[in-house]
């Protein structure tokens, strides 16, 4: 019933005064409207709960890195030491996935909503209320409760946006539960004016909202500064690569390969293998590939050199030699670090270098002739200024 209404009973019910003195009616109709009265309050002052008893809290993950609580609701921690090539060992309760472009180091941390009233729901967002100060170098990601955040594709970029937060836990949102949740760093390669090595720090908000009143009703704040901050470092990787209709190069402590049964005049070359006549013999070359990795270096481009660290048994009818072309010429390669051939002076990072490596058979005869096995051992160095 509106008030409007309420006010025309009112009139209605009203006593009438005779010119006697006496009330006729009133001992039955006041009380009725003041008991109206009593009942129009209470609807007017009847309220829906709203999201302040809602409890948010933040906590460290098993398996994650640790937090320590601070006040204000804020908890401190730090991902350790990182490089874009994602080499050596993490920090405790970090995961490393190094990436085509980078390395993501993720973790994971835990979220709970309780104390909303039946049937409200919390969810969450997040942004970087204060960013690192090298932000090429260093990037925030989240990964909501929704996934497994166990992988990269997981994760995206947190927004450095108060109004357009990045979702943590999506809506409609939780209620007296408990969720685990995804924290990552990428650190992209970044070479040249853009590299960045040292420490940097970093906060992150995280909101709570009452999907059901679309209220805030509680805010945290992780710092990655704890006890000292993210660094990041140099790193440098050159591996080897079976190139298309070479020799297989097998991985291991060292690359390996195998040229398996040569002779001085270049009769029936195994697989992988092709020959060109020299001198005094034969050269058995085959292709393989140089793939240099670095990163946080000012420089872009990298110095690639090889030499014989260890000869031959027999040094005058087994020669390694290097061309860059399958054809030649072929030139024998240093057999000292002072001596060492160089392959390339321009290197770029996550590049692929096709290169020919030759093995030279000697066609001598008489007392200085060998045959059996023999093996050598190629160093490469990779120098970034």
């Given at each position: 019933?509106?008030?409007?209404?309420?006010?025309?009973?009112?009139?209605?019910?009203?006593?009438?005064?005779?010119?006697?003195?006496?009330?006729?009616?009133?001992?039955?109709?006041?009380?009725?409207?003041?008991?109206?009265?009593?009942?129009?309050?209470?609807?007017?002052?009847?309220?829906?709960?709203?999201?302040?008893?809602?409890?948010?809290?933040?906590?460290?993950?098993?398996?994650?890195?640790?937090?320590?609580?601070?006040?204000?609701?804020?908890?401190?921690?730090?991902?350790?030491?990182?490089?874009?090539?994602?080499?050596?060992?993490?920090?405790?309760?970090?995961?490393?996935?190094?990436?085509?472009?980078?390395?993501?180091y993720l973790t994971h941390y835990q979220i709970n909503i309780s104390g909303l009233p039946n049937p409200h729901l919390g969810a969450v967002t997040a942004f970087v209320n204060s960013n690192f100060t090298h932000p090429a170098a260093l990037i925030m990601q989240s990964?909501?409760s929704s996934s497994t955040c166990n992988a990269s594709g997981n994760f995206s970029a947190i927004s450095l946006n108060a109004g357009a937060p990045t979702t943590v836990i999506p809506a409609p949102g939780i209620s007296n539960q408990t969720v685990t949740v995804g924290?990552?760093?990428?650190?992209?390669?970044?070479?040249?004016?853009?590299?960045?090595?040292?420490?940097?720090?970093?906060?992150?908000?995280?909101?709570?909202?009452?999907?059901?009143?679309?209220?805030?009703?509680?805010?945290?704040?992780?710092?990655?500064?704890?006890?000292?901050?993210?660094?990041?470092?140099?790193?440098?990787?050159?591996?080897?690569?079976?190139?298309?209709?070479?020799?297989?190069?097998?991985?291991?402590?060292?690359?390996?390969?195998?040229?398996?049964?040569?002779?001085?005049?270049?009769?029936?070359?195994?697989?992988?293998?092709?020959?060109?006549?020299?001198?005094?013999?034969?050269?058995?070359?085959?292709?393989?590939?140089?793939?240099?990795?670095?990163?946080?270096?000012?420089?872009?481009?990298?110095?690639?050199?090889?030499?014989?660290?260890?000869?031959?048994?027999?040094?005058?009818?087994?020669?390694?030699?290097?061309?860059?072309?399958?054809?030649?010429?072929?030139?024998?390669?240093?057999?000292?670090?002072?001596?060492?051939?160089?392959?390339?002076?321009?290197?770029?990072?996550?590049?692929?270098?096709?290169?020919?490596?030759?093995?030279?058979?000697?066609?001598?005869?008489?007392?200085?002739?060998?045959?059996?096995?023999?093996?050598?051992?190629?160093?490469?160095?990779?120098?970034?200024?």
């Amino acid at each position: 019933m509106s008030f409007r209404q309420y006010e025309d009973l009112r009139r209605t019910h009203l006593p009438v005064v005779k010119s006697g003195g006496k009330v006729c009616g009133a001992s039955i109709r006041r009380p009725l409207a003041r008991l109206f009265i009593l009942a129009i309050t209470a609807i007017g002052l009847s309220k829906p709960a709203t999201a302040q008893n809602g409890t948010f809290t933040v906590s460290a993950a098993p398996g994650g890195i640790a937090l320590a609580a601070g006040g204000g609701g804020t908890l401190s921690g730090q991902f350790g030491t990182m490089n874009a090539l994602g080499l050596g060992t993490p920090g405790a309760g970090v995961t490393v996935i190094p990436l085509t472009n980078g390395a993501l180091y993720l973790t994971h941390y835990q979220i709970n909503i309780s104390g909303l009233p039946n049937p409200h729901l919390g969810a969450v967002t997040a942004f970087v209320n204060s960013n690192f100060t090298h932000p090429a170098a260093l990037i925030m990601q989240s990964c909501p409760s929704s996934s497994t955040c166990n992988a990269s594709g997981n994760f995206s970029a947190i927004s450095l946006n108060a109004g357009a937060p990045t979702t943590v836990i999506p809506a409609p949102g939780i209620s007296n539960q408990t969720v685990t949740v995804g924290l990552a760093i990428f650190v992209p390669d970044n070479n040249g004016a853009a590299s960045f090595t040292g420490v940097d720090t970093a906060r992150i908000t995280l909101t709570a909202t009452d999907t059901t009143n679309n209220k805030n009703f509680a805010t945290a704040e992780i710092r990655l500064d704890t006890p000292v901050g993210e660094t990041v470092q140099t790193a440098v990787r050159l591996t080897l690569a079976t190139a298309t209709g070479g020799l297989t190069i097998t991985p291991g402590a060292d690359f390996s390969m195998n040229f398996g049964n040569v002779n001085g005049l270049g009769f029936g070359p195994g697989a992988g293998l092709t020959t060109v006549a020299a001198a005094g013999g034969v050269v058995y070359s085959t292709p393989y590939v140089l793939q240099p990795s670095f990163s946080a270096f000012r420089s872009t481009t990298a110095t690639i050199k090889t030499f014989v660290s260890t000869t031959f048994a027999h040094p005058t009818v087994l020669i390694l030699r290097d061309a860059a072309a399958s054809a030649g010429p072929y030139n024998n390669i240093g057999t000292t670090a002072g001596t060492a051939t160089q392959i390339t002076a321009a290197a770029a990072d996550r590049s692929s270098i096709t290169r020919f490596l030759g093995l030279f058979v000697s066609n001598t005869n008489g007392a200085t002739a060998f045959r059996g096995s023999d093996s050598a051992t190629l160093t490469f160095t990779m120098t970034v200024p």
